[in-house]
């Protein structure tokens, strides 16, 4: 067996879910990464300024890194509000994807599409892969736009449509809401929570675990959907949190976000003005013989992997735990 590592390649290394999918890959894989106007540093690492609107660039860089594996981890955290958010956002998910998978293909290199459960469109329902997306935002949009080109066109890749992912970030300048949240916790600060929206919530290891189960089995052209194995509003999920993680939950309170809806699907008087984006997951479990976590196992695991000391009697059948085999 060759003992040569495969060479993994990361567009938006310094983005929340590509820095941490660059810390856990580079174990075992040669890992490269790719930033806009935010430089990253995270050891042994050889990131590189790219604009992802630029085909020459992305060739460049191709040519000379001939990964075996391109993530594309752009365009993730941007779930804008106002216009001229939402045109970048247009860019980073359809242009740059198009330019990224065109090039992949050339040097024959297998793409790896995070997407969204966003390209559904908020009705209280459990959507599965086969399932005709219909997003009621700009960002359901643009990456329900990218799912179909990449299927259409490339001959070598691998979808994951996931649903709401957390952690820490590797960028000091730009915290996520999961930081956001635990740093005023840990302050003493009070935070108005979403208490509409209903997602999965996911430590962003797991995403970080399959990938690389798909890269060792080598799995193509395949759309999986991952996240835990029930939804939450951002509210519960900041309550479940403090009560694992020990800080004050009535520092929480429940509150609505402003939602970038764009067309409406959901009557509200049946469901109070809630949103739902509940993914399937079966396909996933069945086809790398896994069991999802629940949100309240994957912050147990969460609070373990940052330090914390779970209390007996307390914690659930699977604290502390990545993944738990069938």
Known sequence: ???????????????????????????????????????????????????????????????????????????????????????????????????????????????????????FPGIDKVFNENDTPDPCTEYGKTKSSAEFFIQKSCLNYIIFRSSSLYGRSFNPKRMNNFELLESKLIKGISVICDGNVYLGHLDVMYLALIIKMSIENDVTNRLFQIGSTDVASFYDFARKYARIAKLNENLITKGKWQFPEVKKEVNDEEVGYKRFF?????????????????????????????????????????????????
Do not use: W
């Open 1 to 119: 067996m060759s003992n040569i590592k495969k060479t993994v390649l990361i567009f938006g290394i310094s983005s929340f879910v590509g820095s941490n999918l660059a810390e856990f890959l580079k174990k075992d894989y040669r890992v490269f990464g790719t930033y806009y106007k935010s430089e990253i540093h995270i050891p042994d690492i050889l990131t590189i300024p790219c604009d992802i609107l630029n085909r020459e660039v992305i060739q460049s860089i191709l040519y000379a890194i001939k990964p075996d594996i391109v993530i594309y981890a752009i365009g993730l955290s941007k779930f804008g509000l106002a216009a001229d958010v939402d045109k970048d956002l247009n860019a980073l998910n359809t242009l740059g994807v198009f330019n990224v998978a065109n090039y992949s293909e050339r040097y024959k290199s297998k793409l790896c599409y995070i997407s969204s459960s966003y390209i």
């Open 278 to 326: 509940k993914l399937s997951i079966d396909n996933l479990e069945s086809c790398f013989s896994v069991k999802m976590p629940t949100i309240e196992e994957s912050i147990e695991f969460t609070y373990c992997r940052f330090g914390g000391r779970l209390g007996e009697g307390k914690k659930s059948k699977n604290a502390g735990t990545l993944l738990k085999y069938i």
